[in-house]
């Protein structure tokens, strides 16, 4: 699918269902300029807030792969540390990766782990702070996925059918745009 902004109407075209379909953006999208093309947002006139994004995500696996995790038994080594350091660093690169994310100064990252035994599952969490002129929405989402990666490259091994799935943005605040919450 294409993605054209044309007038003030998002245009996508679908050529391998041959439809094209128009639609009234409500928002402009602030990434691309009036020719369609990618900018990087110009946030040097906005106010210093304070801002906080959460990101969630899990990792399926078999009942093994769970166990050798759970017990410390993996042979790369103790995979939710390594991952968790994983996620910091993600979040820390954001920009690096992310073409039009902006380098930030984070004040904070954390990383947390739920294990699911019932269904063989790791959640992940992260929250990312900052006090800055942009949001960490997407600091947050690398350090999942980063968090994520890292055990599937610590397991695969044992496990090459684990999934990575759900990633998604739980919860924001601060800025202009305020408060977002998943339900």
Do not use: W
Request: net charge positive.
């Amino acid at each position: 699918m294409t993605l054209r902004l044309n007038g003030g109407y998002l245009i996508a075209y679908n050529l391998s269902k041959c439809y094209i379909r128009a639609m009234k953006t409500v928002k402009k999208l602030t990434h691309i300029d009036e020719k369609g093309r990618p900018k990087m947002v110009d946030v040097g006139s906005k106010p210093l807030t304070e801002r906080m994004a959460v990101a969630r995500g899990s990792v399926y696996m078999k009942k093994e792969t769970f166990n050798l995790i759970k017990s410390g038994n993996v042979s790369k080594g103790d995979v939710l540390n390594v991952a968790k350091l994983a996620g910091i660093m993600a979040a820390k690169k954001t920009s690096e990766i992310i073409p039009l994310c902006h380098p930030l100064n984070i004040t904070s990252v954390d990383i947390d782990f739920r294990l699911d035994a019932k269904k063989s599952k790791i959640d992940i969490e992260s929250r990312v702070k900052i006090t800055g002129q942009t949001g960490v929405e997407m600091e947050a989402l690398t350090a999942v996925s980063g968090a994520a990666l890292t055990i599937y490259d610590m397991c695969k091994a044992v496990d090459r059918g684990m999934v990575i799935s759900d990633i998604m943005l739980m919860e924001k605040c601060g800025g202009k745009s305020g408060i977002f919450k998943r339900k």
